[in-house]
């Protein structure tokens, strides 16, 4: 390619990911990310049917794309990985081109049909680009739709397409304004990088004018970007006025535990600061507020290493820790409250032969009610690729520090429990440092007065890290029917100081909006926040990245039936791509062409 060329490529690659980076959490700009598309469409409309040329052009957006966005794929390949530096960079470009297919499939498609049916194409950029999103692996899995819900009135829409639905508003209503003046001003910018004389800057103003006096043409699209926006804001309207039948007082406790102890730190040392560190934070977060704590939440990770479920398989190799078990039961009874926790678990694939080749592992937060019981568990079940588990076996030999853990296999929802908070007799609960001349036994007979029966007060849907991105899998919850709300916790310390908390967050919010249920996130570093059913963040409180500390707010119950798209899942979203297909067919083989 020439040099202008390669100016128009570079500079729309970088158009598209700053705007729709900026658009995208942290930032939140989410307007931006209705002129991102501007790019694809110039750069499919000036190599229109050059598919080699548009492919490596999408494969180069794609790369700069993901380094502009999700930098962040780096450090974790190295953190959470353990690959060395010289790995992890071509494994971070592969992954770019690889988690990023639907830059190739969107220019290459794109400009098949536009070059067939010569006419809808506003229509057939949404259709590609919502059939890109379905049929292309991405990363995180973040999707286009996920950034225009940025705008909480738009993100309402969700209940009943989740986030595609609004890629398909996005890409109509983005080709309709490049169609109106976007193109015009590329066309200008263009022309002032290649210092042409024919410069058409000029005339801008009366070309714009000129094809703004078109969009009397354009009522289809503009009627389908208002019906968005029309639901959206009757959605907002219904559901603001729905308040929750009763409150449940969560405390959530940030600890910022270290990742791991290849650094030379005493492990023995780290880990008791730590356990000091996660009852002091309760203890002052149960401190602010005159209300009883009806629930404390840890995140993933919280204590890492550790089991508090002795059995078997935990007691050899040693992975249950007294001190840690005696912990969670002193604070539920301190509390008189729930402890939600994370876990190691572990199980023989035979109980008969107990050795260590026969021993899987579970990422595991389990319940403990306000007598400091053991309830239930959740073992995580889609697990994560490079962090959890590797792909292909000699990919351990690379990297040994990789987990080889276990899906779990249960989708029921957790409990949580009360019992009477009536005044008690004075009396005098452990600490922490007890539990170093105590076992667990001994610390469960001394809380044995204070032990009453415990009710069932509320269920909640329990998501570990990834899995509260991936609605599809969100929804196989919905064989246990409508839950009060949801917990998602998580460990983001493995991306470091970056964006990524708040996108893994922003992304996982939505799925309030889907079940329109509220949302506690406990992360390990941050950041934590709540939501409530209408994918706001609740009082626009989020904890810092890398610090410890505590947040507590009062989650709302809200009683509601399965949403339209818990229960359907895509159905509209197939719906629309199928109406669309068979009249893009019609246009091509019975209809009039333009």
């Known amino acids: 390619m020439k040099l202008k060329d390669w100016l128009i490529v570079l500079f729309s690659a970088l158009w598209i990911a700053l705007f729709a980076n900026y658009a995208f959490a942290p930032t939140s700009l989410s307007f931006l990310v209705w002129f991102a598309p501007w790019g694809l469409f110039y750069l499919e409309r000036r190599y229109r049917r050059q598919y080699k040329k548009l492919f490596w052009i999408a494969c180069l957006l794609a790369i700069v794309f993901y380094s502009v966005s999700f930098q962040w794929i780096l450090y974790m390949t190295v953190t959470f990985g353990g690959f060395p530096l010289f790995l992890a960079i071509p494994i971070f470009f592969i992954s770019a081109v690889f988690l990023n297919l639907w830059f190739p499939f969107f220019l290459l498609f794109y400009s098949f049909l536009v070059s067939k049916l010569r006419r809808e194409f506003a229509f057939i950029a949404g259709f590609v680009a919502l059939l890109g999103e379905f049929l292309t692996p991405q990363i995180f899995p973040w999707y286009w739709g996920s950034i225009v819900a940025g705008n909480i009135y738009l993100a309402q829409t969700a209940e009943y397409m989740s986030i595609y639905g609004l890629t398909f508003c996005l890409f109509v209503g983005s080709y309709l304004s490049f169609t109106l003046f976007g193109r015009s001003f590329l066309d200008t910018i263009f022309s002032l990088l290649s210092f ?23 009522g289809r699209e503009l009627l389908i970007v208002l019906l968005f926006w029309v639901l959206g804001f ?65 995140p993933e990770s919280g204590v890492p290493f550790f089991s508090a479920h002795k059995h078997a398989a935990t007691t050899s190799p040693p992975l249950y820790w007294d001190r840690f078990d005696s912990l969670m039961k002193i604070l539920a009874n301190r509390l008189n409250a729930n402890v939600f926790f994370n876990e190691l678990d572990a199980s023989y694939v035979d109980e008969k032969v107990r050795t260590r080749k026969n021993l899987r592992y579970y990422n595991s937060s389990t319940v403990y009610d306000p007598n400091g019981d053991r309830k239930t568990s959740y073992q995580k079940v889609y697990l994560l690729a490079f962090g959890e588990y590797m792909p292909f076996e000699f990919m351990y030999d690379l990297s040994p520090q990789t987990g080889r853990f276990e899906p779990g296999k ?28 105590m076992n667990i036994d001994q610390v469960s007979e001394i809380y044995l007065p204070l032990k009453k029966p415990a009710q069932e007060r509320a269920k909640f849907l329990p998501l570990i890290c990834y899995e509260v991105i991936i609605p599809e899998f969100v929804r196989t919850f919905k064989e246990s029917g409508s839950p009060d709300f949801i917990v998602n916790v998580t460990n983001d310390k493995w991306y470091g100081v970056s964006a990524e908390t708040f996108q893994h967050g922003d992304l996982g919010r939505i799925r309030s909006i889907e079940w329109r249920k509220w949302m506690v996130r406990s992360t390990n570093s941050g950041s934590s926040f ?63 062409r333009t």
């Not at 058409?200 to 094809?211: P, V, Y």
């Not at 006025?241 to 405390?251: A, F, G, R």
């Open 196 to 218: 042409s004389k024919n410069s058409k800057h000029a005339n801008l103003s009366k070309i714009q004018w000129k094809r703004l006096k078109g969009i009397r043409y354009y």
């Open 234 to 298: 009757s959605l907002y309207w219904k559901w603001n006025k729905v308040q929750p039948s009763e409150w449940i007082d969560t405390l959530v406790v940030q600890p910022n535990a270290p990742l791991e102890f290849r650094d030379g730190r005493s492990v023995a040392e780290t880990m008791l600061d730590l356990m000091g560190r996660i009852e002091r934070l309760t203890l002052q977060g149960a401190a602010s507020h005159p209300d009883p704590v009806d629930l404390l939440v840890l």
């Open 410 to 437: 249960s989708l029921d929802f957790l409990s949580i429990y009360s019992k009477s908070k009536s005044p008690q007799e004075p009396f005098t609960h452990l600490n922490f440092a007890d539990t170093a001349k």
């Open 530 to 592: 709540f939501v409530d059913h209408l994918g706001q963040v609740v009082d626009k409180e989020f904890t810092g990245q890398e610090s410890a500390e505590f947040i507590r707010k009062k989650v709302g119950l809200v009683k509601s039936e399965l949403t339209f798209y818990v229960l359907y899942g895509n159905v509209l979203s197939w719906l629309v791509l199928f109406l669309l297909a068979f009249y893009f067919s019609w246009i091509h083989w019975g209809g009039k």
